[in-house]
């Protein structure tokens, strides 16, 4: 069976956290909420994404998880993996988190994305980052587009009518509008990233990589605490995989973020997060979405938990007025 960018997790089994009053006080040890968004072909009731959120409490004891759904069913959430108008996805995930009773409370949130979700939860804070993400890990994400996707499973006729979409007309306002990949689907042959420039409804935007660029979009990157890149050094779904990593792949040559235009011009705020120390690119063998526990294990004693854990000293959360 070909699995399609869901996640295909080794995780031994982790204890559920005692439940805890949730009360943020400053300087306590309470672990600050954590927001995961799946991947393509995902839903919120998979076992995989259940035993991530598992793991993330037995690591960081008290840790109020929260997995992005935007359907109620699993059906309608995997369905919105792949149609939808994303400019109305993020909006609505930032409402939704706007509203929460208890993340809208906490000082600031972490947040996990995988695949997909990882550009998502990166336009969540260039666009609202209310409560805002302190520490924002990725996992095999399409941060600078894909040129193809492997196929989907056989009989997987939502992935299949997709992606039949996509290659029929990626740059239609139909297609741009519905279909989700499409919305990240970039090539930058000069006779393509014309019509990418013109008509993509997300990437393009969210990458500020047109004429105008937006402020905001570059100053909530730049508050991060920690943007942690992770790239699968097998993946063979996510054309090219080096997009986990902002590289620009043109079939003959891979130029890293670092010697690309959007950094030396910092478009999204990454040379600044980068020159405070908070960028990190990190590689992790195997195929697409291949986590084995250890990984995440040691990425969420790393990067999530307590307000005062060493690397996320300093930070504060902004008065409405910066945001
Ligand atoms: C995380 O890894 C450490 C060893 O590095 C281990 O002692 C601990 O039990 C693991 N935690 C979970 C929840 O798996
Ligand atoms: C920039 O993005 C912010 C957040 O999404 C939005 O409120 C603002 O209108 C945008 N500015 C421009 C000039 O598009
Ligand atoms: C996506 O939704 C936004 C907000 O409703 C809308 O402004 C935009 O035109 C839509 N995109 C396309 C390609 O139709
Ligand atoms: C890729 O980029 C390099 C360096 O900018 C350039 O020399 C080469 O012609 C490009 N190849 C393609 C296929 O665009």
């Not at 600050?32 to 793991?55: C, K, M, R, S, T």
């Not at 993020?90 to 947040?111: G, M, N, R, W």
């Not at 790239?231 to 040559?253: Q, W, Y």
């Amino acid at each position: 069976m070909k699995l399609f960018l869901a996640l295909t997790t080794v995780l031994s089994a982790a204890g559920a956290a005692p439940a805890i009053q949730r009360t943020f006080e400053d300087n306590d040890d309470t672990p600050l909420p954590l927001v995961i968004w799946h991947g393509l072909g995902d839903n919120f009731a998979n076992p995989g994404i259940q035993e991530v959120a598992a793991l993330a409490e037995a690591v960081n004891p008290g840790t109020l998880t929260h997995i992005i759904k935007l359907g109620d069913s699993a059906a309608a959430d995997r369905q919105a993996t792949f149609l939808g108008n994303l400019t109305e996805q993020v909006a609505q995930v930032c409402a939704e988190l706007a509203a929460h009773p208890i993340l809208s409370t906490a000082p600031a949130i972490d947040a996990l994305g995988f695949s997909q979700g990882g550009q998502f939860l990166r336009a969540y804070v260039q666009r609202c980052n209310n409560p805002p993400v302190r520490n924002l890990v990725t996992f095999g994400s399409q941060h600078n587009g894909i040129v193809d996707f492997r196929e989907c499973g056989a009989t997987d006729w939502l992935c299949k009518g997709a992606f039949a979409l996509l290659r029929g007309n990626t740059w239609s306002s139909f297609v741009q509008s519905r279909l989700v990949p499409a919305q990240y689907y970039r090539n930058p042959a000069a006779d393509q990233y014309e019509k990418y420039l013109e008509n993509s409804n997300f990437l393009a935007d969210i990458n500020n990589e047109r004429v105008l660029k937006n402020k905001t979009y570059k100053e909530n990157i730049a508050r991060l605490e920690n943007l942690v890149l992770y790239m699968f050094e097998d993946d063979r779904l996510v054309i090219p995989k080096e997009s986990a990593f902002f590289e620009e792949v043109n079939g003959t040559e891979i130029t890293p973020l670092r010697a690309r235009k959007m950094y030396s011009e910092d478009w999204i705020g990454l040379r600044e997060l980068d020159r405070k120390g908070g960028l990190h690119f990190k590689v992790t063998p195997g195929d697409h979405m291949t986590l084995p526990d250890s990984v995440l294990n040691e990425t969420f004693k790393e990067y999530f938990g307590p307000m005062k854990t060493s690397k996320a000293r300093g930070f504060a959360r902004l008065g409405a007025d910066d945001l």
